[in-house]
């Protein structure tokens, strides 16, 4: 892995990269195309490319969000603003809309063509930042980033490895800052729901100035918003009549049991949910099943201060020192229900057990100890200094260190210890040296003494880390007859650090909750990538313009072998007002702390070996064969029913890979000026795709496969005694086994234009998602995910569109827009009720009116006419998707904007 990036930097000069055209990509884009025409021309640099160019022309889809856009809208949170996209989908972890966050609790993500959010890379002025969450984390922390000090977003849906590397295989977000301000901005919101509760309180403060010498702009910013209970808002709370049953958990309040009768037949029972007595019924879930709803929000209670602040100085002319500094502290909360305590046997002469028979108890929901509350406190930091500088009036170069560090702590309060359980239900135990005895079977008999024995609060820490310096250089090399050859280079060199502490006790296995190795490791990066816009044909027969973009970036990591990864861009204008464009591109994710350096450990597996007993098997079928070409003896017989296996992370990943093809077409009539029309289809096939299949599944898949050709066969996989034939080695680790494959459609209209003396934009954006299909290893079943919604997965709903209408004056405006997610099945239900979800469309409003020359009033109604969410039979929390609908229902909200400049 020892290469000479100087040599592959010069070989990727003669390849190149694409120019973005920005198209509108949901309800708060806009086209860079319908912006008003100007006789001066700044160059920029736009997302996907590092060339910088004049016009903001482009082969991929990207979609340009601007302040005011924002500001029309009344979003306060990069999140919510985010997951409303059409191209959004499945998980992304949002205080506003879920009540349970994955990947660090409390965490929002953003999650592109639900490719998953450690699929979509996330920028911060076109450099990356840093992960977050609670430690050894696979995705940046939204929450960091407030609103107040964002002039606009723009998000490539386009894989983008050639430019950026790692990660940007659904696509790209890049949030830019402004760092331009001058003056003073303060701003203060108030929310709340329908229901009175909800409230959001938001208080911003901008402050910048700048002169000939540089400029320096910082910001303030404060949000608090408190919950929103989820027991008055779901689709389906508990009910025992006939039509609706909703699922609860089979976690009781008084506990589950089973026990075998005088006839050998299995009888499960359920003891008393309420207080008073002991006494038990036949187990029925839609009757006993514990209501997770009374314990859950809607929305959960966040807070967040951030400072910030980007400046620059300007050394001379052609030089200038600029730099750039943020810090974040997050403290989110999520209520959940009471511990439940599992798989403990209670003998018929136990002193506790009326029924006289030897009882497992499957599950026991101690509500007695109150619920669990989760808590998190998540700090995190970034400074960017750098020197940039131009060579001439078209070269420009810039250097870079950027380094980030996040660090966070989260408890569980009232978690069993298991240890302390176990001592209360021992007769030869409790009762002595202080120890109580419990009684679990019914509510209301366990004593205050065992309540005070058994919980304890379970805190975990961790963090991540991010240092990279870069170098880019970019310009105009040589002049064809049809334009300037723009070229843009350069290195970076990163680090990525991530570790994880869990709680001592849940490291022992003492914790009621899943059990943690710590997590620690760090991986290392050199890269050099080289792109060229290179202009074929202009002001010809049926090629006003055509230009052909090329990439190549060449990564090198410290954990795997190097990858390279390229891309090709086609820019066609056709003819004046019709444009057709197309790119492949390649890319690729590197696998993440967890997954590398998650800890392993040892279990046994009960499983049946597909070779016990071969040799009586037909001679044709490919287990004889496979077994006797393994050199299983014949005759041979499992010993057991467990094999000795491996769990965890896997340091010998390699990276997922990707293909994406992208082609579309911009039109932009003569005849309606201010109209734009997009049409882009994309393919995106992922392969080597993390996964953890379990050991059986391994076993039975090689030696099912022909002539022990799967991968499963190989000894990475498994491996046995040459003498006995028995399984002696086998891993249900992290491995590259799985593929995914989607493939869709976007459209997008805008049309600006004016009448009755107004000015009106109307915005209409729709994805169409044909399909998605995620296999988790070769000869597996594919999932079909596209137009499905359930448990686990989230949601993908084959159609998502967002439309908004604009109409403003000098010193008013208003908007009204739509958001629709359309229908869906059920992963998991069978038919009936829940089993399929109808399209959903919330409503919004929003007015701002100029109350004086400097102060801006703004008012707004999310979710209008208070939808609710449909059920989700498969999703016994909340009995909805909470990571696709809104919960909270009807919200209005004012703002109050100050502006002196």
Same mark, same amino acid.
């Given at each position: 892995?020892?290469?000479?990036?100087?040599?592959?930097?010069?070989?990727?000069?003669?390849?190149?990269?694409?120019?973005?055209?920005?198209?509108?990509?949901?309800?708060?884009?806009?086209?860079?195309?319908?912006?008003?025409?100007?006789?001066?021309?700044?160059?920029?640099?736009?997302?996907?490319?590092?060339?910088?160019?004049?016009?903001?022309?482009?082969?991929?889809?990207?979609?340009?969000?601007?302040?005011?856009?924002?500001?029309?809208?009344?979003?306060?949170?990069?999140?919510?603003?985010?997951?409303?996209?059409?191209?959004?989908?499945?998980?992304?972890?949002?205080?506003?809309?879920?009540?349970?966050?994955?990947?660090?609790?409390?965490?929002?993500?953003? #999650?592109?063509?639900?490719?998953?959010?450690?699929?979509?890379?996330?920028? =911060?002025?076109?450099?990356? %930042?840093?992960?977050?969450g609670t430690g050894a984390n696979s995705s940046v922390d939204l929450s960091m980033i407030p609103m107040a000090i964002v002039k606009q977003v723009e998000v490539l849906k386009d894989g983008a490895s050639a430019i950026y590397g790692a990660d940007a295989v659904a696509g790209v977000v890049n949030i830019i800052t402004d760092t331009d301000f001058n003056g003073l901005e303060a701003s203060?919101?108030?929310?709340?729901?329908?229901?009175?509760?909800?409230?959001?309180?938001?208080?911003?403060?901008?402050?910048?100035?700048?002169?000939?010498?540089?400029?320096?702009?910082?910001?303030?910013?404060?949000?608090?918003?408190?919950?929103?209970?989820?027991?008055?808002?779901?689709?389906?709370?508990?009910?025992?009549?006939?039509?609706?049953?909703?699922?609860?958990?089979?976690?009781?309040?008084?506990?589950?049991?089973?026990?075998?009768?005088?006839? &050998?037949?299995?009888?499960?029972?359920?003891?008393?949910?309420?207080?008073?007595?002991?006494?038990?019924?036949?187990?029925?879930?839609?009757?006993?099943?514990?209501?997770?709803?009374?314990?859950?929000?809607?929305?959960?209670?966040?807070?967040?201060?951030?400072?910030?602040?980007?400046?620059?100085?300007?050394?001379?002319?052609?030089?200038?020192?600029?730099?750039?500094?943020?810090?974040?502290?997050?403290?989110?909360?999520?209520?959940?229900?009471?511990?439940?305590?599992?798989?403990?046997?209670?003998?018929?002469?136990?002193?506790?057990?009326?029924?006289?028979?030897?009882?497992?108890?499957?599950?026991?929901?101690?509500?007695?100890?109150?619920?669990?509350?989760?808590?998190?406190?998540? #700090?995190?930091?970034?400074?960017?200094?750098?020197?940039?500088?131009?060579?001439?009036?078209?070269?420009?170069?810039?250097?870079?260190?950027?380094?980030?560090?996040?660090?966070?702590?989260?408890?569980?309060?009232?978690?069993?210890?298991?240890?302390? +359980?176990?001592?209360?239900?021992?007769?030869?135990?409790? $009762?002595?040296? $202080?120890?109580?005895?419990?009684?679990?079977?019914?509510?209301?008999?366990?004593?205050?003494?065992?309540?005070?024995? =058994?919980?304890?609060?379970?805190?975990?820490?961790? $963090?991540?880390?991010?240092?990279?310096?870069?170098?880019?250089?970019?310009?105009?090399?040589?002049?064809?007859?049809? &334009?300037?050859?723009?070229?843009?280079?350069?290195?970076?060199?990163?680090?990525?650090? &991530?570790?994880?502490?869990?709680?001592?006790?849940?490291?022992?296995?003492?914790?009621?909750?899943?059990?943690?190795?710590?997590?620690?490791?760090?991986?290392?990066?050199?890269?050099?990538?080289?792109?060229?816009?290179?202009?074929?044909?202009?002001?010809?027969?049926?090629?006003?313009?055509?230009? %052909?973009?090329?990439?190549?970036?060449?990564?090198?990591?410290?954990?795997?072998?190097?990858?390279?990864?390229?891309?090709?861009?086609?820019?066609?204008?056709?003819?004046?007002?019709?444009?057709?464009?197309?790119?492949?591109?390649?890319?690729?994710?590197?696998? @993440?702390?967890?997954?590398?350096?998650?800890?392993?450990?040892?279990?046994?597996?009960?499983?049946?070996?597909?070779?016990?007993?071969?040799?009586?098997?037909?001679?044709?079928?490919?287990?004889?064969?496979?077994?006797?070409?393994?050199?299983?003896?014949?005759?041979?017989?499992?010993?057991?029913?467990?094999?000795?296996?491996?769990?965890?992370?896997?340091? @010998?990943?390699?990276?997922?890979?990707?293909?994406?093809?992208?082609?579309?077409?911009?039109?932009?009539?003569?005849?309606?000026?201010?109209?734009?029309?997009?049409?882009?289809?994309?393919?995106?096939?992922?392969?080597?795709?993390?996964?953890?299949?379990?050991?059986?599944?391994?076993?039975?898949?090689?030696?099912?496969?022909?002539?022990?050709?799967?991968?499963?066969?190989?000894?990475?996989?498994?491996?046995?005694?040459?003498?006995?034939?028995?399984?002696?080695?086998?891993?249900?680790?992290?491995?590259?086994?799985?593929?995914?494959?989607?493939?869709?459609?976007?459209?997008?209209?805008?049309?600006?234009?004016?009448?009755?003396?107004?000015?009106?934009?109307?915005?209409?954006?729709?994805?169409? %998602?044909?399909?998605?299909?995620?296999?988790?290893?070769?000869?597996?079943?594919?999932?079909?995910?596209?137009?499905?919604?359930?448990?686990?997965?989230?949601?993908?709903?084959?159609?998502?569109?967002?439309?908004? +209408?604009?109409?403003?004056?000098?010193?008013?405006?208003?908007?009204?827009?739509?958001?629709?997610?359309?229908?869906?099945?059920?992963?998991?239900?069978?038919?009936?009720?829940?089993?399929?979800?109808?399209?959903?469309?919330?409503?919004?409003?929003?007015?701002?009116? @100029?109350?004086?020359?400097?102060?801006?009033?703004?008012?707004?109604?999310? @979710?209008?006419?208070?939808?609710?969410?449909?059920?989700?039979?498969?999703?016994?929390? $909340?009995?909805?998707?909470?990571?696709?609908?809104?919960?909270?229902?009807?919200?209005?909200?004012?703002?109050?904007?100050?502006?002196?400049?």
């Open positions: 892995m020892t290469h000479n990036l100087k040599k592959v930097l010069l070989l990727a000069t003669s390849i190149s990269s694409y120019a973005l055209i920005n198209t509108p990509a949901y309800t708060f884009a806009a086209d860079e195309n319908d912006a008003a025409p100007s006789d001066t021309f700044e160059e920029v640099v736009v997302t996907g490319s590092r060339i910088k160019r004049k016009d903001l022309t482009s082969v991929g889809p990207v979609s340009v969000v601007t302040q005011q856009m924002i500001r029309n809208t009344g979003i306060t949170s990069m999140e919510t603003l985010l997951q409303r996209l059409p191209s959004s989908a499945g998980f992304g972890g949002n205080q506003t809309a879920a009540y349970w966050v994955s990947n660090g609790w409390g965490t929002p993500q953003v #999650n592109l063509r639900g490719l998953g959010v450690n699929r979509t890379l996330v920028l =911060l002025n076109g450099r990356r %930042l840093v992960n977050g203060a919101k108030f929310g709340m729901t329908g229901k009175g509760d909800g409230e959001e309180y938001l208080m911003d403060l901008t402050w910048g100035t700048s002169s000939d010498q540089g400029s320096l702009v910082a910001s303030l910013s404060y949000q608090d918003n408190k919950p929103s209970p989820l027991a008055d808002r779901v689709p389906c709370p508990l009910a025992s009549d006939s039509e609706t049953q909703c699922n609860g958990s089979s976690s009781t309040a008084g506990g589950r049991a089973v026990y075998i009768d005088g006839v &050998g037949d299995l009888v499960r029972i359920n003891f008393n949910n309420e207080p008073g007595g002991k006494s038990w019924a036949p187990y029925d879930r839609s009757i006993h099943g514990y209501n997770y709803n009374v314990n859950f929000n809607a929305v959960n209670p966040i807070k967040r201060l951030s400072f910030s602040s980007f400046g620059h100085y300007n050394l001379t002319d052609d030089v200038r020192l600029f730099g750039e500094m943020m810090y974040t502290n997050r403290r989110s909360t999520q209520p959940a229900s009471p511990n439940a305590v599992t798989q403990f046997t209670l003998a018929a002469d136990h002193p506790t057990n009326p029924t006289g028979e030897d009882l497992l108890v499957e599950s026991r929901r101690l509500v007695e100890l109150g619920e669990r509350v989760f808590l998190q406190e998540v #700090n995190t930091f970034r400074i960017v200094a750098g020197v940039e500088g131009s060579l001439s009036d078209s070269w420009s170069w810039d250097v870079a260190l950027n380094w980030g560090r996040n660090t966070g702590m989260d408890t569980i309060t009232n978690v069993v210890n298991l240890e302390r +359980f176990n001592e209360t239900i021992d007769p030869n135990v409790c $009762g002595t040296n $202080g120890i109580p005895c419990g009684d679990y079977l019914g509510v209301g008999n366990v004593s205050q003494a065992v309540l005070d024995y =058994l919980p304890f609060d379970m805190t975990d820490t961790g $963090g991540n880390e991010q240092l990279s310096l870069t170098a880019n250089i970019s310009g105009d090399v040589f002049e064809l007859p049809a &334009g300037k050859v723009g070229f843009a280079a350069g290195v970076e060199y990163r680090e990525d650090k &991530g570790w994880r502490q869990p709680d001592s006790l849940k490291v022992l296995g003492i914790a009621n909750s899943n059990a943690e190795d710590p997590i620690s490791g760090k991986t290392k990066a050199k890269e050099a990538y080289a792109e060229l816009s290179i202009p074929v044909l202009a002001e010809v027969a049926f090629a006003k313009n055509l230009d %052909l973009n090329l990439a190549l970036r060449f990564s090198d990591y410290d954990t795997f072998s190097s990858d390279t990864n390229y891309k090709i861009g086609v820019n066609w204008q056709v003819v004046e007002g019709f444009k057709l464009r197309g790119t492949y591109s390649t890319a690729f994710r590197v696998p @993440n702390v967890p997954e590398l350096f998650g800890g392993v450990s040892e279990g046994n597996l009960t499983t049946t070996d597909p070779c016990s007993g071969w040799s009586s098997l037909d001679a044709g079928s490919n287990i004889y064969k496979n077994c006797q070409a393994a050199g299983v003896p014949v005759g041979y017989t499992q010993l057991g029913n467990t094999i000795l296996t491996d769990r965890g992370g896997n340091p @010998n990943l390699e990276p997922e890979d990707a293909r994406s093809l992208t082609f579309g077409a911009v039109w932009q009539p003569g005849f309606a000026e201010g109209l734009s029309v997009t049409v882009d289809y994309f393919d995106v096939k992922i392969t080597d795709a993390i996964t953890e299949p379990s050991g059986s599944v391994k076993l039975a898949q090689c030696y099912e496969s022909d002539n022990l050709t799967h991968d499963f066969c190989t000894p990475v996989h498994h491996t046995r005694n040459a003498v006995t034939g028995e399984v002696n080695y086998l891993s249900a680790q992290k491995t590259n086994a799985g593929s995914e494959r989607l493939k869709g459609i976007d459209v997008g209209v805008v049309y600006n234009f004016n009448a009755m003396e107004l000015n009106h934009t109307l915005d209409f954006q729709v994805s169409y %998602l044909d399909t998605f299909e995620r296999t988790a290893f070769e000869g597996d079943v594919p999932m079909v995910l596209n137009g499905f919604i359930g448990a686990g997965f989230g949601g993908y709903p084959k159609w998502r569109a967002n439309t908004s +209408f604009n109409t403003s004056a000098e010193n008013w405006s208003a908007t009204y827009s739509v958001q629709y997610i359309g229908a869906g099945d059920d992963f998991f239900a069978t038919d009936g009720i829940g089993s399929h979800m109808g399209a959903v469309m919330y409503h919004n409003v929003q007015g701002t009116y @100029n109350i004086m020359e400097n102060l801006v009033l703004s008012a707004g109604i999310d @979710n209008l006419w208070d939808k609710k969410a449909p059920r989700v039979a498969s999703w016994t929390d $909340g009995n909805t998707d909470t990571m696709t609908y809104d919960l909270a229902g009807r919200r209005g909200y004012i703002r109050l904007t100050y502006r002196m400049q």
